[in-house]
T-cell receptor, first 112, second 115 residues
């Protein structure tokens, strides 16, 4: 089955710790995206990558970092510099020839 | 810059009644428009999209939307609500920037279906 996987579904961390969220796709899509979702605020773009070894900051990149070493993988690290890391994180991918994005199931991160 | 406004963060409809979710957009170029649905604790699923051509687009689960350029709107409708339609719905507009293609989302509308 082709699709996007995010792991784990739920993640708990202590304040001050970095944490890495996994995103893998086997759709052979060129572009990948990370969004943050908070209640009542829709989706906000954190980082995106159009090709391997290249990525761009989105609207709320502060406190986050990414890498794109392989086409199928786009991990997101939430660093201790992120002031309010507790949120639902969604990964998406897009085929180069189209405009719609396809989403993974999400990871709910709770930092206490 | 692109932006999307969804009127009404919550909508309550009776089962069998019309579902109407409003979306207005702002775009400096001809827009590509999307509606997504999200069920609790899940990712987003594409309902339908408008790129070019016919302005009335049909999607999955009986939903459809009409692109009206003069009104900068892309409202989502379904003639008869079903209990399974209870979810959150997001309207989005595509923007092509120098750094690539991005989606800008509205704030979402949560639909409650009453029996």
């Amino acid at each position: 089955d082709g699709g996007i996987t995010q792991s784990p579904k739920y993640l708990f961390r202590k304040e001050g710790q970095n944490v890495t969220l996994s995103c893998e796709q086997n759709l052979n899509h060129d572009a990948m995206y990370w969004y943050r979702q908070d209640p009542g605020q829709g989706l906000r773009l954190i980082y995106y990558s159009q090709i391997v070894n290249d990525f761009q900051k989105g609207d709320i990149a502060e406190g986050y970092s990414v890498s794109r070493e392989k086409k199928e993988s786009f991990p997101l690290t939430v660093t201790s510099a992120q002031k309010n890391p507790t949120a639902f994180y969604l990964c998406a991918s897009r085929n180069g020839g189209s405009y719609e994005q396809y989403f993974g199931p999400g990871t709910r991160l709770t930092v206490t | 810059a692109q932006s999307v406004t969804q009127l009404g963060s919550h909508v309550s409809v009776s089962e069998g009644a019309l579902v109407l979710l409003r979306c207005n957009y702002s775009s400096s170029v001809p827009p590509y428009l999307f509606w997504y649905v999200q069920y609790p604790n899940q990712g987003l699923q594409l309902l339908l999209k408008y790129t070019t051509g016919a302005t009335l687009v049909k999607g999955i689960n009986g939903f459809e939307a009409e692109f009206k350029k003069s009104e900068t709107s892309f409202h989502l409708t379904k003639p008869s609500a079903h209990m399974s339609d209870a979810a959150e719905y997001f309207c989005a507009v595509s923007a092509l920037t120098a750094a690539g293609n991005k989606l800008t989302f509205g704030g979402g509308t949560r639909v409650l279906v009453k029996p």
